[in-house]
């Protein structure tokens, strides 16, 4: 049996995820994510390394923008197959493409106007790399399986699906390739989650697998314990509201908002912080807050009590979603301080922006970062303490607080990345390390060496491996 892998993104970087498996004459994709690093941007608009029409199925493991923001692109330029994956990312999916399209095309816009009023002529036109209806058009290509359950997505490979504990519906794949009556298991770790992080469950810990690419986001450090973060947010809400600023959340919609909300009402609910306005300005977030209302079947124990009490994990008084720009554009008009969350998690587009502009440049404000910050991004930028930065066109001088909460990660760390393979009975025949930095990801590598004496390597941009 011969199988051929190769790696077409999230290759000694984070974002971009995207693995190629032949087999049995199959082409089958597993993501299909978009790139937000700056320096790695220009791969979105590269054509597709293998065409579109050529690939058989896509299987998902979920819902981010990086693993899934590419789809609507290979669809538009021919794949036609099926987009396999469990029904909470299906939902999620579906309200991510539509509003990464929608900031496509709404930065485009704005870029166009800008360069009206410099009075620049670009070369070429400035469009949006895909729009609203490339990304419906990818909606009815989903089928959705559960957690455990084998799916025919080739002839001769099926996919199973388990609970990766990253975000709602997430997934490590396990891909079976049969061929001549034998068998060989591929397990794709997608983004691994954290043991005890609210509301979601735990990762599931695998027990038999030939090959293995496992992601290494944090591959090189360590979190915070988890139990620090409620100190930590009620200090800096605390000390925000004392200073008569505002506290600037950037936030992904998914999962990281729905966490955020249920750290804030926890504290609400115990007096530690005060009954402030409160809100969630990203359409999108509050859509995916209500995919996380039909779900609760994927909740923690924790989160089934809450509810059993009548308390919604991503609800308390005082929260308000905004959904309408109009609603974005009063809450600068709020006068005290005012709780912020607002995507894009990394700054790289959305309402974010408008926020950061009206509060980069107040020493009262904080900006506090809650998750990972990609390389070459405007969080990164801000995070690792540039005096000023580029917003929307206008360069502002970074006077605000900056402050970060590393427990909030969805990301398992490297210890935990060292448990989640433990749970494989034998060597597999080779590990590949992906989805990291390449300090995260060479460091990883050498640590599984020294702890298992495993086969492992560093996995390279657009290198196949044969699968033997």
């Known amino acids: 049996m011969q199988i051929k892998l190769n790696f077409f993104g999230a290759a000694r970087n984070v974002t971009g995820s995207c693995y190629c498996v032949e087999a049995n004459g199959s082409r089958v994709l597993v993501d299909c994510g978009f790139y937000q690093e700056r320096e790695f941007k220009h791969r979105n608009w590269e054509p597709f390394p293998v065409p579109p029409a050529d690939v058989d199925a896509v299987v998902l493991t979920h819902a981010h923008l990086d693993h899934c923001g590419l789809l609507p692109k290979l669809v538009r330029e021919g794949f036609r197959g099926r987009i396999h994956c469990t ?13 990464s399209a929608r900031i496509q095309v709404e930065d485009a816009r704005h870029k166009q106007r800008r360069h009206e009023r410099e009075g620049r002529k670009p070369p ?4 949006p790399l895909y729009t609203v209806e490339d990304a419906d058009a990818c909606s009815s290509l989903f089928d959705t399986a559960n957690y455990g359950a084998a799916c025919t997505v080739a002839d001769g490979i099926e996919a199973v699906f388990h609970d990766a504990g990253h975000i709602l519906g997430s997934s490590s794949v396990e891909l079976r390739v049969r061929n001549n009556g034998e068998t060989r298991k591929i397990v794709f770790s997608g983004d691994v989650g954290r043991w005890d992080s609210p509301i979601i469950r735990d990762p599931t810990i695998l027990e038999q697998a030939d090959y293995v690419l496992v992601e290494s986001t944090y591959g090189n450090r360590l979190h915070g314990p988890n139990d620090s973060i409620p100190e930590d947010l009620a200090r800096i809400v605390n000390e925000t509201r004392n200073a008569g600023g505002n506290v600037v959340i950037p936030s992904f919609a998914v999962e990281r908002t729905q966490e955020l909300l249920y750290r804030l009402s926890e504290l609400l609910h115990r007096d530690r912080i005060p009954h402030l306005m409160a809100f969630v300005d990203s359409p999108m977030a509050v859509r995916v807050t209500e995919v996380f209302r039909r779900h609760p079947e994927l909740f923690d124990e924790e989160a089934v009590d ?9 609800d308390f008084p005082g929260l308000h979603m905004s959904r309408t720009v109009e609603e974005s554009k009063a809450i600068n008009h709020i006068k005290g301080t005012a709780l912020i969350i607002a995507g894009s998690g990394m700054c790289t587009g959305g309402r974010i922006k408008h926020h950061l502009v009206n509060n980069i440049t107040r020493e009262e404000s904080t900006v506090l970062f809650v998750g990972y910050q990609a390389r070459g991004t405007l969080g990164r930028i801000i995070l690792e303490g540039a005096e000023e930065v580029r917003i929307l066109g206008q360069n502002y001088p970074v006077r605000a607080r900056v402050e970060k909460i590393n427990g909030f990660s969805a990301h398992a760390d490297r210890d935990e990345l060292l448990k989640w393979l433990s749970g494989f009975e034998r060597a597999p025949r080779r590990v590949f390390v992906t989805h990291g930095e390449t300090e995260a990801a060479d460091s990883f590598c050498e640590l599984v060496r020294e702890k298992t004496g495993w086969n492992t390597s560093v996995a390279e941009y657009t290198q196949p491996v044969v699968l033997d």
């Open 87 to 99: 029904a909470a990312t299906e939902d999620i999916a579906k309200i991510v493409l539509t509003d």
């Open 124 to 127: 070429h036109p400035v469009v």
């Open 306 to 314: 809450l509810m059993r009490h009548g308390q919604h994990p991503c």
